[in-house]
């Protein structure tokens, strides 16, 4: 089993900043991806990015990107989400999710281990 735990949410003004963290423990040699989901209510939990424990691929959602740097260290079990120019359609509830090997790192549902998720709200 592994187990996540997120961050850093909190309440912000449109084009501010927020730096959420993911903190892993248990058989975290097992896991090779690391992603950020998000929720908004009334929508589909959402891909935003996410970070490979081989050669530290990324990738990142376009509706995010240039705004969005994810990061992590696999052998610090961490995992980060580096938000700026933040939008009222940022806010959700960010959930750090892990997952083996897995093909569709932008599928929720290919991933086992979730957190308890953190909200994100942008005032506009």
């Known amino acids: 089993q592994v187990q996540l735990v997120e961050s850093g949410g909190g309440l912000v003004q449109a084009g501010g900043s927020l730096r959420l963290s993911c903190a892993a423990s248990?058989?975290?040699?097992?896991?090779?991806?690391m992603t950020w989901f998000r929720q908004a209510p009334g929508k589909e939990r959402e891909f935003v990015a996410a970070?490979?424990?081989?050669?530290?691929?990324?990738y990142v959602a376009d509706s995010v990107k240039g705004r969005f740097t994810i990061s992590g260290d696999y052998a610090q079990n961490t995992m980060y989400l580096q938000m700026n120019s933040l939008k009222p359609e940022d806010t959700a509830s960010y959930y750090c999710a892990a997952g083996h090997i897995i093909s569709s790192y932008y599928s929720p549902r290919e991933y086992g281990y979730w957190g308890q998720g953190t909200q994100v709200t942008v005032s506009s």
């Open positions: 248990g058989r975290t040699f097992t896991v090779y991806t």
């Open positions: 970070i490979m424990r081989s050669g530290g691929r990324t």
